[in-house]
């Protein structure tokens, strides 16, 4: 018996096991700009204000003077999109109405029972918001609210993507991709510029008192900062890896709503869908493994039965001239047949109780040994008394006796 591949035994219940545990209570947040931020919200606006610096104050000003004020007017007007749709997107409360009308998100709402109801929104009711809703409505874990059309809840955001502010959030999503495609065409064309012809990026009049073409300003015109070639160019690369790393995931995300467009769902239908789609691969597999157990137990068991004779072919010579006799094989054939009940015992134990036996167990199995070793002493006694009557009669060259029959 494996003693080594049993299961360990848990004497504390798994978090999160219990079906009646309590779902902590939190006040409701009104929209993105309640308390605490999300760290990723912190990093969105710090990589929005670095490029909007980097972009307006440093590289669009070295431009020729044509393309200058196309790089401001489209740069500018995909800016400020961003920035406008973004605080519209974090201001707006995406709660239902229900939820909007009660208009108190300074206590929190009660606690929550799974032992009463399996589900937060039962029947077009939200028994913690304690408002009837629409059947598109999900309760945001997050933000502890009821939200119209929920399609999911952003990091980057704060707050809850819903119905209501889907679409300022979508135009933040193209304006930003605009954005990020611009200040890449900017910063290649002058990183190609500065190595053919740099005099094309010094057309302003403050270059005139600097000398040699290794010096550049940076913030014309306001406040002209002297630095060189490598530091320009540094700041060029860190800059365009930036913005590649934001197109990827900003594109990422634009297809993957162009095809939720496509296919009339939502995030949290998408997700839903993936959900039963692994529960079901889950479900099938645990069909297939359980169907397979009874053949494999039925193969243990044919080959359980077949083990008595081999194991008793293996024993010493001794042993096998004592079963030659008729009543040694009948002591064998009684042995082989209370292993075979004991393995049988054993079989339907299937494993230690670690002294959890009953009565009944203990008497039988002290039973079934006290008749094994009884059958050994009489097996022993008979091979005894033939070893007494027998005699040596002839000895082969290579010392093994022959026993000659009793003449009685």
């Not at 409360?93 to 799974?114: E, G, H, I, Q």
């Not at 135009?171 to 990020?180: D, N, P, V, Y």
């Not at 540094?234 to 296919?263: E, P, Q, V």
């Amino acid at each position: 018996m494996n003693c080594f591949g049993r299961r360990l035994r848990r004497t504390v219940p798994a978090h999160g096991s219990s079906k009646s545990e309590l779902v902590p209570s939190k006040t409701p947040r009104i929209n993105g700009w309640s308390w605490p931020p999300q760290p990723l919200q912190v990093v969105g606006w710090l990589v929005y204000i670095y490029l909007t610096v980097v972009t307006f104050g440093i590289y669009i000003p070295l431009l020729p003077r044509p393309w200058k004020a196309v790089s401001y007017t489209i740069s500018g007007i995909s800016f400020l999109i961003h920035f406008f749709t973004n605080i519209a997107t974090v201001t707006i409360d995406p709660a239902d109405a229900s939820v909007r009308a009660k208009n108190d998100y300074s206590t929190p709402l009660p606690l929550f029972d799974r032992a009463k109801r399996a589900h937060v929104i039962q029947d077009l009711h939200c028994y913690l918001c304690d408002v009837n809703v629409g059947p598109k409505v999900k309760h945001c874990g997050v933000c502890n609210k009821c939200v119209e059309g929920f399609d999911h809840h952003c990091k980057w955001l704060n707050t809850c993507v819903g119905q209501r502010n889907y679409w300022f959030f979508f135009g933040a999503l193209i304006s930003a991709i605009l954005a990020g495609f611009m200040i890449t065409v900017i910063i290649l064309f002058i990183f190609i510029q500065h190595y053919l012809d740099p005099h094309v990026l010094r057309t302003a009049p403050q270059f005139d008192a600097s000398l040699g073409n290794t010096t550049w300003l940076l913030f014309l015109p306001v406040a002209p900062i002297k630095t060189s070639s490598a530091g320009l160019l540094t700041l060029a690369f860190i800059t365009i890896m930036l913005c590649t790393a934001c197109l990827i995931l900003l594109i990422h995300l634009l297809g993957f709503h162009l095809y939720l467009f496509y296919k009339g769902m939502s995030t949290y239908d998408y997700v839903k869908k993936n959900r039963r789609k692994e529960t079901g691969k889950q479900n099938s597999e645990a069909k297939k493994s359980c169907s397979s157990k009874p053949h494999s137990s039925t193969q243990k068991s044919q080959e359980g039965t077949n083990d008595c004779e081999p194991t008793l072919s293996n024993t010493p010579s001794f042993f096998r001239y004592a079963n030659s006799s008729p009543i040694s094989s009948t002591l064998s054939d009684s042995i082989c047949t209370e292993l075979e009940n004991f393995k049988k015992s054993a079989e339907k134990e299937n494993s230690f109780n670690y002294g959890t036996e009953n009565s009944i167990q203990k008497e039988t199995r002290v039973i079934s040994m006290s008749v094994i070793t009884s059958l050994k002493l009489e097996k022993e006694e008979d091979v005894q008394e033939d070893r007494e009557k027998s005699i040596p009669v002839t000895q082969d060259p290579l010392g093994s006796s022959v026993m000659a029959q009793d003449p009685a």
